[in-house]
């Protein structure tokens, strides 16, 4: 069965540092990779999206995503953070022969402090 | 430009109630999508509906749940008989049209239930 698999379930940043979340899946097929944010009290929005090409992919607010293959990984990286990207990160995976169907990691809780 | 409207936002029922959650999808989207989000975890497929035919139910309890999606109107998640094990997020997702590398959707803000 797939899975998607985020390590960190809370993290804590300051204003400025580097972030990195970890997203991982099991699937060995050919799969659409997404990452969605819930900013607190509103619905989760798409941050950005790999279908196909180049492996790093650009999203909205200065996040980017790097799709390694060969690890089953799609990291969520953002040089520097502020504090009005607190909130909850969902990576989910779609595979190709179940197109509808989207598999959600577990999420993580980023707080950046001022 | 409405996007994924659900509807209560919140919803409080005591056990044995019946909870009725409410989505009406982005306009022109004709395929919808439950999730549901219990609490520390991600979310979870519940059912896939397309107007008038429910595609693939298979994320769905086989019993007190269901889900329809009319012709006209709102797509409904309906849970009768409620438990405490019901309490979550139940989100509700649209797309224009599915099929490989086509997928992408849209969520709406969810519905919180809580069974006393």
């Known amino acids: 069965a797939q899975s998607v698999s985020q390590h960190n379930h809370h993290v804590i940043l300051s204003e400025a540092a580097s972030l990195e979340l970890g997203c991982n899946y099991s699937?060995?097929?050919?799969?659409?990779l997404f990452w969605y944010v819930q900013y607190p009290g509103q619905h989760l929005q798409l941050l950005l999206k790999?279908?196909?090409?180049?492996?790093l992919v650009k999203g909205i607010k200065g996040f980017e995503a790097e799709f390694i293959k060969s690890k089953f990984s799609f990291n969520l990286r953002k040089p520097s953070v502020q504090w009005s990207d607190t909130a909850e990160y969902f990576c989910a995976v779609n595979a190709l022969d179940s197109s509808y169907k989207l598999i959600f990691g577990s999420g993580t809780r980023l707080l950046v402090r001022p | 430009n409405a996007g994924v409207m659900q509807n209560p936002r919140h919803l409080v029922r005591r056990r044995g109630q019946e909870a009725r959650l409410r989505c009406s999808p982005v306009k022109g989207h004709s395929h919808v999508y439950w999730y549901r989000q219990l609490p520390e975890e991600g979310l979870k497929f519940m059912v896939y509906?397309?107007?008038?035919?429910?595609?693939?139910e298979s994320g769905m309890p086989k019993e007190r749940f269901s889900a329809e999606f009319p012709k006209e109107g709102p797509s409904i998640l309906r849970i009768q008989q409620v438990v405490r094990g019901d309490s979550a997020a139940y989100f509700c997702?649209?797309?224009?049209?599915?099929?490989?590398?086509?997928?992408?959707?849209?969520f709406g803000a969810g519905s919180r239930l809580t069974v006393l």
């Open positions: 509906l397309q107007k008038e035919n429910i595609i693939d």
């Open positions: 997702a649209s797309s224009e049209r599915t099929g490989a590398g086509a997928n992408v959707l849209t």
């Open positions: 699937y060995g097929g050919t799969v659409n």
């Open positions: 790999y279908f196909s090409g180049d492996p």
